[in-house]
């Protein structure tokens, strides 16, 4: 059995992502039988596992899920984290289908997670565990490159995507893709660059879409455009971080940022890099001397003056407790369900903008499956075509020289010749599926009248993407 001491918040979040889609597929035509089987978890596997804890054993609870097999392989990260459960696991792997629908990623969702707090482990046990942990995956043949990809997720990063690859690789001894079966791995062991900072650059493209179209901004008594909005940010972790670095460069100002210690707030701006030195110097944010108003209830820093709010901690922040303190008019959701299906609508009915999860933070899994690509095709981008491109540009360059005889500056010269690098290609191909994902949402909101906010719109989308597919089987007619 399965531990069941876990939050009594995360018990209902499986839940809160039927809540949202049994509402969005109302503006749907599919028959209810095809409904029920994009909605139901195909596959939940759940485990534990003994592992040696200094002269005692301790026992290990996991699960992996694997939502939907309408495509393959299935994607999703995988969650270390005490406060992990099999409902949370099976919400955030419903989330990982609806997500690389919305962002046109050929892959079906799905969710791991170890019942853990990594803090509590050495680097050796937290080996053994996730060692462990994929080996137990293997023996149910549910990890592969064409099976199932699991990914960095909450309280795990780079350097568990290593050993993971590494046992698999072992225990399928000349298999030519195994390096596929994971992505979020290191660069030196074929991962990509760009995947380390994607989900927080495509929470940040995501929010500068958003507030570039006028006609949504005046509604909310804003201008379109970045520069200068105050941003508060949730979490200072990979995709928080990220998230506020690029607002930054596009123009905001962050004004909050929250961690579990408390919240420090400064109308004039915070500098986020001093922010993250004092943190790491002193293992808090509070105490910073740039903040003017410090909290050491971190929910107060989300009440804070703001048009922007960014959580990207943990599910469940906003709810209906708190919801009327929120000052923010655009929530962008860079975790898994941060706001209650009660809150985002207590929210929406104040012409508030959420900017969903499942499309907001996508950032991740569009760039893990270029990853996966790269895996496959054993190629890294633009090795193939960088200097041919760079050759080609200064012949062009040379010829439209001679026939004008305007000669360019070095530097002129170098920006104009210079080929693509794969980290340019990865960023490109992020803000391209960013972008395009975010109009399209934004038309099927607007096309249909009765659909009440983005998520909504994105569901709609997702589930018709997914019931295509599904069409195609031959299982539906």
């Known amino acids: 059995m399965a531990n069941t001491n876990v939050s009594p918040l995360n018990t209902h979040f499986f839940d809160d992502v039927c809540q949202f889609f049994d509402h969005a597929a109302q503006f749907t035509n599919h028959p209810q039988g095809l409904l029920d089987q994009i909605k139901a978890c195909n596959s939940v596997y759940r485990f534990q596992f003994p592992i040696r804890k200094g002269n005692s054993f301790e026992v290990i609870h996991a699960w992996r899920v694997e939502h939907s097999h309408h495509m393959s392989p299935t994607k999703g990260g995988i969650r270390y984290s005490e406060m992990v459960n099999e409902d949370e696991v099976m919400a955030l792997a419903a989330l990982m289908t609806y997500k690389c629908a919305i962002v046109n990623v050929p ?45 960095p997720d909450y309280g795990s990063g780079e350097r568990e995507m290593s050993w993971i690859a590494d046992t698999y690789y072992t225990m399928n001894p000349g298999q030519l893709d195994a390096m596929g079966c994971v992505t979020g791995k290191p660069i030196a062991l074929h991962g990509i ?71 420090i707030y400064n109308e004039d ?64 959701e860079g975790a898994n ?49 960088k200097r041919y491109e760079e050759n080609a540009n200064l012949n062009l360059v040379n010829t439209l020289e001679s026939i004008t005889g305007v000669n360019l500056s070095g530097d002129q ?14 960023n490109s191909g992020l803000e391209d599926t960013m972008i395009r994902s975010y109009h399209e949402i934004r038309e099927i909101k607007m096309n249909n009248p009765k659909i009440d906010s983005l998520r909504t719109a994105a569901f709609v989308g997702s589930i018709d993407k997914v019931a295509v597919s599904y069409m195609n089987m031959g299982i539906w007619p």
């Open 337 to 385: 369900g941060p706001t209650s299906p009660e809150a985002a609508e207590a929210f929406l009915q104040r012409g508030g903008i959420i900017i969903p999860d499942m499309y907001c933070n996508a950032g991740g899994v569009t760039v893990s499956y270029f990853e996966w690509l790269k895996n496959l095709s054993h190629v890294a981008f633009g090795r193939m075509d």
């Open 193 to 263: 660059n760009g995947r380390r900072e994607a989900t927080g650059r495509g929470v940040a493209i995501a929010v500068r879409e958003c507030v570039s179209v006028s006609e949504d901004m005046k509604e909310l008594g804003l201008t379109a455009g970045l520069q200068d909005k105050r941003v508060i940010v949730q979490g200072l972790g990979n995709v928080g971080y990220n998230s506020a670095k690029f607002l930054i460069e596009y123009g905001a100002i962050v004004v909050g940022l929250c961690e579990f210690e408390g919240a």
């Open 269 to 332: 701006g915070l500098d986020l890099d001093a922010v993250f030195a004092h943190r790491k110097q002193t293992g808090s944010i509070l105490g910073f001397s740039g903040a003017k108003k410090e909290f050491r209830n971190s929910a107060e820093g989300l009440e804070q003056p703001c048009d922007i709010l960014v959580p990207a901690a943990l599910e469940n922040q906003i709810t209906q407790e708190n919801i009327g303190r929120i000052q923010a008019k655009i929530i962008a």
């Open 107 to 151: 892959f079906g969702g799905a969710k791991g997670g170890i019942q853990i707090n990594p803090k509590n482990y050495t680097v050796a046990e937290l080996e053994t565990i996730t060692r462990r942990y994929t080996v137990e995956l293997i023996k149910k043949n549910f990890i592969g490159p064409g099976i199932d990809v699991p990914a």
């Open 413 to 426: 010269r170098k920006m104009i010749i210079k080929g693509a690098s794969e980290l340019e290609l990865v």
